[in-house]
């Protein structure tokens, strides 16, 4: 049987006409399967016909085809991959093997769906409607620090993207108080010019530290010249909703990843 697939429309500063960002749902949640009922990514440890019955789905409810849908091998860094004509054209391995250990992808192509997946990481879709550049990207802590969000923006710029203009929303990550960290992250985060009092705090009961991945993100898209009004989160917490989202610090990393995706109509 097919997955039952569900898109949560992510929100955006305003209306965008033609072009649609949207988390991926995890549907019917088996207790026992902490990869059900929709999971997209590929080398978490699913089955892979299951992941490719979740790919065709999507694909089936956005009315494109298969090869339309592009998606890194994320390993927390900050390569940023132009999605081009080129890219598509090129077989399954050849693409695999050209976005592995990509974590932000970027397009001026129409009918295209870039994605990332992610169980806790921040999760960025953005676009300049006026210059038809979309883009997302993935920020974990470790990509928040290698300022991946900046770098993306930067990445669209190349592309004829202005800053000013770009619009960009977050969805469903870790929040503050659910992301307790060591304190070298928190050392990392600062050491990459982030300022503590607006990132981290301290558990006065457990001496841990917590960090607010996507207030650094924001933080990070503001000082590349996004404005701060077309910068939105949807405010969900993976880890406080398991029956909506995967999340790694629940389930474990051998878990499911929740599907950010944006698409450019026309």
């Given at each position: 049987?097919?997955?039952?697939?569900?898109?949560d429309?992510?929100?955006?500063?305003?209306?965008?006409?033609?072009?649609?960002?949207?988390?991926?749902?995890?549907?019917?949640v088996?207790?026992?399967?902490?990869?059900?009922?929709?999971?997209?990514?590929?080398?978490?440890?699913?089955?892979?016909?299951?992941?490719?019955q979740?790919?065709?789905?999507?694909?089936?409810?956005?009315?494109?085809?298969?090869?339309?849908?592009?998606?890194?091998r994320?390993?927390?860094?900050?390569?940023?991959r132009?999605?081009?004509?080129?890219?598509?054209?090129l077989?399954?391995?050849?693409?695999?093997?050209?976005?592995?250990?990509?974590d932000?992808?970027?397009?001026?192509?129409t009918?295209?769906?870039?994605g990332?997946?992610?169980?806790?990481?921040?999760?960025?879709?953005?676009?300049?409607?006026?210059?038809?550049?979309?883009?997302?990207?993935?920020?974990?802590?470790?990509?928040?620090?290698?300022?991946?969000?900046?770098?993306?923006?930067?990445?669209?710029?190349?592309?004829g993207?202005?800053?000013?203009?770009i619009?960009?929303?977050?969805?469903?990550?870790?929040c503050?108080?659910?992301?307790e960290?060591?304190d070298?992250v928190?050392?990392?985060?600062?050491?990459?010019g982030?300022?503590?009092?607006?990132?981290?705090?301290?558990?006065?009961?457990t001496?841990?530290?917590h960090?607010?991945?996507?207030?650094?993100?924001?933080?990070?898209?503001?000082?590349?010249?996004?404005?701060?009004?077309?910068?939105?989160?949807?405010?969900?917490?993976?880890?406080?909703?398991?029956?909506?989202?995967?999340?790694?610090?629940?389930?474990?990393?051998?878990?499911g990843?929740t599907?950010?995706?944006?698409?450019?109509r026309h």
């Amino acid at each position: 049987m097919m997955p039952s697939l569900k898109i949560d429309c992510l929100p955006m500063a305003e209306p965008l006409g033609g072009i649609e960002a949207f988390n991926v749902l995890r549907g019917h949640v088996d207790p026992a399967d902490p990869y059900s009922e929709v999971n997209l990514c590929d080398y978490v440890g699913d089955d892979p016909l299951h992941v490719v019955q979740c790919r065709l789905q999507l694909c089936k409810q956005l009315h494109i085809d298969p090869q339309c849908l592009v998606m890194p091998r994320q390993r927390h860094t900050s390569q940023v991959r132009l999605v081009d004509a080129r890219l598509l054209a090129l077989s399954s391995h050849e693409r695999a093997s050209e976005l592995d250990g990509v974590d932000a992808l970027v397009t001026c192509l129409t009918g295209v769906c870039l994605g990332v997946n992610t169980a806790d990481c921040v999760n960025i879709a953005l676009c300049d409607p006026a210059a038809g550049v979309v883009a997302v990207a993935h920020a974990g802590w470790r990509g928040t620090v290698a300022r991946i969000a900046s770098r993306t923006v930067a990445a669209m710029q190349a592309v004829g993207a202005q800053p000013g203009r770009i619009v960009a929303t977050m969805g469903a990550c870790i929040c503050q108080d659910c992301f307790e960290v060591g304190d070298e992250v928190v050392e990392a985060l600062t050491g990459a010019g982030y300022d503590e009092r607006y990132v981290a705090v301290r558990n006065t009961r457990t001496g841990k530290m917590h960090v607010d991945l996507p207030t650094a993100n924001k933080i990070d898209l503001v000082e590349a010249g996004v404005h701060p009004r077309h910068i939105t989160w949807n405010g969900e917490c993976t880890r406080c909703n398991p029956n909506l989202y995967f999340s790694a610090r629940r389930l474990g990393i051998a878990s499911g990843r929740t599907f950010t995706g944006i698409i450019r109509r026309h």
